[in-house]
């Protein structure tokens, strides 16, 4: 009687025993990888819309405001309406997908300002910081006085 081709129950066993364990090294390193990623693509995103309000502002010769709502993790750009509808307005939410992030704080001059308006210069009336998190990772969005270029950290 000849042994038959293929795998033991016991070496079938030890197979999902190692497969188990690495996975179970890997998922917390995972997941410290994704938090970064979607911290690094919220705080990008709103640099990216800092300097649309701001070129908005030049090229319009007029002022534009970008307006933070902490506690919904959103922010909008006042006067510009909708990528996907022109009816409605742009509004931005860090709490949805892809970004899954939230808004720690906001601070533009003084007095617990939360928005910053950009001049027909494109200079901004305060500069400021937002910061952004998500898990445990967050990153600092600031916003130069002179120049008003919004720059990740």
Known sequence: MSRGEGFSLVELILAMVLVSIIAA??????????????????????????????????AASASRTVSFDLPASTYRLVGRSSLDSPAANYVVSLSSAPYYSTLGTVSFGGAGATSVTFNGYGVPDNPGTIMVRSGNATRQITVDADTGNASVR
Not at 28 to 53: K, T
């Open 25 to 58: 090294l890997a998922a917390p390193r995972y997941a410290v990888a994704v938090s970064r990623y979607r911290v690094e693509a919220a705080a990008r995103r709103v640099a990216a819309d800092l300097a649309l309000a701001q070129s908005d502002a030049r």
